[in-house]
């Protein structure tokens, strides 16, 4: 019991220089970094059977007896080498069997007492059962077994080392471990019961169940869950380093000066010009939200979350012209080419009564253009742009940024809303989406912001119908689009992007409009995907906003932010394939207006039960906030967070979802910490996961 967790890998027995190496590559250099290395599942091997009990086939179990025979026997396949053993158990005796492992007949020794783990199948000579390619281990009296004979965990390989000699060496690591004083155990919360640092990393390992075995499946289940305490403690020290990292960058916010803005009666009135309808209450609200933070000292960070027509441009367009009206220029960035035509026209109707008309800069237009956007925004003259992935290009250079807006938030890293901010001295930051998350990972996400909620829709609008077809339904379904586009009505044809290559979904796409334009004569049939260049797709877009096109038929282009309130049905082919969120955005470009709105889900013949659940769960509720829980939920507990997309750390334990109580707290203690001016302190006494490379990808 010496080895320090800062100990290198070499000082653990077998480790020599090719497989420090090999771990060094997997982010693994220290005892520490090992213990870190969690297994990605465990097996049930504890609790051996009686041979004589065994009589079902395909059914895995564990055993130990003695050897009374190993063999290897010629097979009439030359390739092929069997080595046939039986055990005995006092019970009764039981066929074993391995292939291509002739080395085990000289590892392996008649008398040996031997434990077994695998599957029972039919024998071959048609009587009775036999244990085919079980996982062994040879009982050793002075130590209980680690690879059988209780719950046993699974790892990832690590270069050339299976999960098997992975498991011994971390069994090695922790039987030589130190004695380890936890750094947090002052700060473990009290009601979360949470064991110190080296309990908790044994038991991860090699978890004991607790008392006389009789809630082994409950244990079982609470460790792929990684709900045992041990895990907790664990994610709790991950979810404590974010916490950390979310602090400072608050108070790096609170000492910064924002840009000063004044409301002024003539703004108010100007602003009442502007609207072309009356607010929401929780467009009121929310607005008042935002332009109090515009007249503080520090500069506002506010994410506004509002499901899709719930009206965010609006506030967005009011907040600006507040910003504007105080001689600051105002930037808006918006993922995709189409949104930001789309806000640009929108924005240049609202505020056509103000000297504010926006310039719109995205990647496509003419370099002379781009250049006269630029040399604009450079000597300020001009003041308000929207734009996509351009504006945040080292080329663009603003006068006095004092307000930057990004909508759909999740389609940015944290990077690009970085690079946007440092193109002004601490300008505020007004951040939208439209696809709601869970509280516990918005905190994650955007810890340093401040939430608004807009959780209330505009006026008139009622719920759109959602159904599932599949092939059958076609020829109904082109009857009822030639109803409703007859009655004024417009449509989406939604297709999954083919990810191999656009240029085939553009084929796709344009010999599927040929199709529809036959099953629906008379109507107007327009095609929009990436690869259609911008002055055509505005164009495009123009016209069937204008409603002169019926059917649009279009890739996910249009999932984020398109708004054409006239549209009444959204045709998703291959629902299937696409996840919750996704489909429920899309679903969001119906709906906007008055018009009974429809989605059409179909399905394809290979649409497994597990997506139809999905699709089901989705045409039970247009709830944003419901399915964005559920689409997390189903994602289970190796959800993808895309942490490190925003610059957080990955976590190799926690899970935002499964630990959210952990990650309050968490926040609780490092905003504690940060009071007593201890926050840089507690940074050091965390382990910050962030440090410990390449996480590995969670079950
Ligand atoms: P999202 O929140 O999805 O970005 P939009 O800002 O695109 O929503 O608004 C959706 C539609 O609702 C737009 O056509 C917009 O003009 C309209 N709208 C927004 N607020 C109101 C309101 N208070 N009254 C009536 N219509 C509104
Ligand atoms: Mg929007």
Redo the contacts with the bound molecule.
Sequence with gaps: MTLPLSSPLSAIRGVGAAGERAFAAAGVGSVGDLLWYLPHRYEDRSNPRRIASLTTPDTTVTVVGRLVQIVERRARNRHLRIVEAVVDDDTGSLAVVWFNQPYLTTTLHEGMRVWLYGTLRPARSGWGLQLVAPEWEVEDEEESPVHLGRIVPMYRRVGTWSGRRVRTLVARALEGLAEITDPLAPLLPADLGLPPLGEALRSVHFPVPPGDGTRVDGFFEDLAMRRTPHHRRLAFEELLALAVVLERELRRRHRQQAPACAVTDEIRDSARNVL?????GA?RRVLAEIVADLQKEYPMARLLQ???????????ALSALVALASGHQVALLAPTELLAQQHHL?LSRLLRTTPYGPELLIGSLPAAEKQRVRRGLADGTAHLVVGTHALIEDAVVFGRLGLAIV?EQHRFGVAQRQALLEKGEAPHLLV?T?TPIPRSLALSLYGDLEVSL?DE?????SPVRTVMRDDASRPKLAEFLRREIGEGGQAYWVFPLIEESEKISARAIASHARAVRQALPGVRVEVLHGRIPAVERESVMAAFAGGDVGMLCATTVIEV?????NASVMVIENAERFGLAQLHQLR?RVG??RRRSFCVLLTGKDCSPEAMRRLKFLASTSDGFRIAEEDFRLRGPGEFTGLRQWGRPEFRVASLWLHRRELEAARAVAAAAAQRGELEALATAVRCPGELGPAVPAG
């Design positions: 072309p309808f009356h607010l929401t467009q509002g499901d899709v027509g719930s009206g965010k441009t609006i506030v967005a929108t909508d939208m439209a807009l829709m505009p006026p008139g609008r932010g398109v708004d054409v309130p969001g906007r207006g």
